[in-house]
């Protein structure tokens, strides 16, 4: 189980990350480097239903995960064209 503090820890830490390669002066090609830091972030990082609590006690804060976001995530994660699809970008125009 996850607990409060190794939930804030992860999200700081992903943040962390997040701004080293975004800001990396050269690119990071380390084999299986990446992937295995990310792991070990998400291992505590917030799940879908931490953020709808959270959004629930503190909607200020906090904003309600939506279906729509997670499938977006998911088509580009796969791969496919399906985020453009899901975002509505991929509309042929209208013919009369």
């Known amino acids: 189980m996850t607990t409060p503090d ?5 999200v700081m830490e992903t943040r962390w990350f997040l701004e ?17 830091v990310a792991q070990g972030l998400l ?20 904003g309600n995960p ?7 995530r998911l088509a580009v994660v796969c791969g496919t064209n399906h985020a453009r699809q899901a975002s509505g970008a991929n509309k042929e125009p209208r013919t009369r």
């Open 43 to 62: 291992r505590h990082y917030p799940l879908d239903v931490d953020l709808m609590v959270s959004a629930s006690a503190v909607p200020e804060l906090w």
């Open 20 to 36: 080293t390669l975004a800001g990396a002066c050269e690119p990071i090609d380390v084999p299986g480097l990446v992937q295995s």
């Open 66 to 72: 939506s279906q729509r976001t997670r499938l977006i």
């Open 6 to 10: 190794e939930r804030t820890r992860a």
